[in-house]
């Protein structure tokens, strides 16, 4: 693990190709992070991939950060924010964006984390537009309490969580949302931290994603999640 103050970090990302390939690689590098664990070559579905992670950290203190390979972190206070979510604001899953509110089946032909109203939105994540163009999308105001985050980043407190694990019926699509929201049943706090983010994918639905769909509808049927009081007690 990092041998620096305060808690120990492990980044987990899965890619179809080589580690030094990828944007998260060499962000992490430019970092000072070397403590990563990337599966590489992967075809295979990102819980089982994640699951292994979290059984193989099951009882220590270190925060896993899972993270897509494209994915560039540009924030030199990386650790000291993270260090804040969890020893001060008692996160005990944090990622860059999310919403403290969640309909598991909308009226909304997408079922995404970012429904309406987007008054219950939080975080911000730059994307990349053709031409090397890029734009930042500002969700809301962070930090928030949150029930549902965005997969592309998610810190997770091992303490915390216990034996909560990823679904691996869920290969590529709503495995975050379906692990957000257990871990949110189960009392585990959530909620976002300002982090500079780029993100290279537009997200785009896939007929993956409609499938994966069809399999979470059938999970959590029709139910309402909502945070009243979304806005965390910060401690000094």
Known sequence: ????????????????????????????????????????????????????????????????????????????????????????????????????????????????????????????????????LKYMTSYGPTPRRCVVLDGLFLAVDIKQIGALRFDEQFAFDFYDVDFCLRAHCAGVALGTIGIYINHRSAGIASPSYHQAQMLFRAKWGNQHYKLESPWPALQS
């Not at 992967?42 to 994640?50: E, I, K, M, T």
């Not at 509110?101 to 997408?110: A, I």
Request: charged share 25%; with cysteine.
């Open 1 to 132: 693990m990092i041998e620096r103050a305060g808690r120990d970090l492990l980044f987990v990302s899965c890619t179809r190709r080589r580690a030094e390939e990828t944007d998260l690689f060499a962000s992490l590098q430019k970092l000072g992070i070397e403590d990563a664990w990337f599966f590489e070559g992967n075809a295979n579905g990102l819980p089982g991939c994640y699951n292994t992670v979290l059984d193989e950290c099951a009882g220590t203190d270190v925060i896993v950060v899972f993270a897509h390979d494209d994915v560039t972190i540009g924030d030199a206070f990386l650790r000291e924010k993270l260090a804040h979510a969890f020893d001060k604001q008692g996160y005990g899953i944090a990622g860059v964006a999310g919403s403290s509110q969640f309909n598991t089946s909308p009226d909304d032909p997408l079922t995404k984390w970012c429904q309406p109203p987007d008054s219950t939105w939080s975080g911000a994540v730059e994307h990349d537009l053709p031409g090397g």
